[in-house]
């Protein structure tokens, strides 16, 4: 099986062209060759495949095999393969996801893709659409809300809640580099008042236009980056006054552009995509 490995500000992943390749199990395929040590390595698998409704179709499995709606680094990743492969031309793209079919407008040097904006939509904040438990969180304010992690120690924690597409909970705390994340991340990913699991993401304001962030992504732990999650972050920091709606978003692996319109409500991340190289998995 041919394979290209791809990131987005380090957010790495392993992509199948499904229009070449055939996978019968993907999930489990995105375990084996998301292994760091006796795979590839990466944070997960995303396949490129046909689509009746959209220039591609992308799917995402994490590193656990478990398969998520969206991948803002990752569509970013799949909009340069297929334009630089010649899978389509089309600019802007539409890419089919599992949150609906997204707009991309590629930047191009040379006869490459070099960074993409992304139409990642309209953020969906009711509770029951993240989803979140009402029953097991306290409204601490508009947006805010407040739960405790059980044999943690941490304390009770205070988020806002965003989906964009995905789950995200997002913690403002005066540092990102003083939090525990290898022991706060998986206790908040696998809370129960979330019934589908949660990204995590601590985010420190630096300015009313600059926000650095930390991230534990629901089934593949601490990511160098999160492209749904910065924008949940851009979103959080408007709905609690703390930001303005255009940002630069400080991530571990490298900077997002965010700009959450009010002319269409819609969330605007723009990034690099960076192909790293290709080869051939022996199934």
Not at 173 to 186: C, K
Not at 226 to 241: D, E, K, Q, S, Y
Request: aromatic residues 6%.
């Amino acid at each position: 099986m041919r394979f290209t490995k791809m990131h987005g500000i380090g957010n790495d992943y392993v992509y199948v062209d499904g229009s070449q390749e055939q996978v019968a199990d993907p999930a489990a395929l995105a375990v084996k060759v998301a292994d760091r040590h006796f795979g590839i390595g990466g944070d997960g698998l995303i396949m490129i495949l046909p689509s009746d409704k959209a220039d591609v179709r992308m799917r995402m499995f994490n590193a656990d095999g478990s398969e998520s709606e969206m991948c803002g680094n990752g569509i970013r990743c799949v909009a340069k393969y297929s334009f630089d492969h010649g899978l389509t031309k089309a600019n802007p793209m539409r890419v089919e996801t599992g949150r609906g079919v997204l707009t991309l407008a590629l930047e191009t040097a040379a006869g490459k893709v070099s960074t993409v904006t992304v139409n990642m939509g309209e953020p969906i904040l009711p509770l029951a659409d993240v989803p979140v438990d009402a029953s097991r969180v306290a409204a601490t304010g508009a947006h805010t809300y407040r739960f405790t992690l059980e044999h943690e120690g941490a304390g009770p924690l205070e988020a806002a809640f965003v989906s964009m597409g995905n789950p995200h909970a997002v913690l403002f705390v005066p540092a990102v580099a003083a939090i525990d994340l290898d022991r706060l991340g998986p206790a908040v990913e696998h809370h129960p008042a979330f019934p589908r699991r949660i990204n995590a993401h601590w985010a420190e304001v630096i300015s009313r236009s600059e926000v650095r962030m930390r991230t534990w992504e629901r089934g593949s732990g601490a990511t160098l980056a999160c492209g749904t999650g910065a924008c949940a972050v851009a979103v959080a920091g408007v709905l609690t006054g703390r930001t303005e709606r255009r940002q630069l978003i400080h991530l571990p692996g490298g900077d997002l552009q965010l700009e959450w319109r009010e002319a269409d409500n819609c969330v605007y991340m723009t990034g690099p995509a960076t192909e790293v190289f290709s080869g051939e998995w022996s199934l």
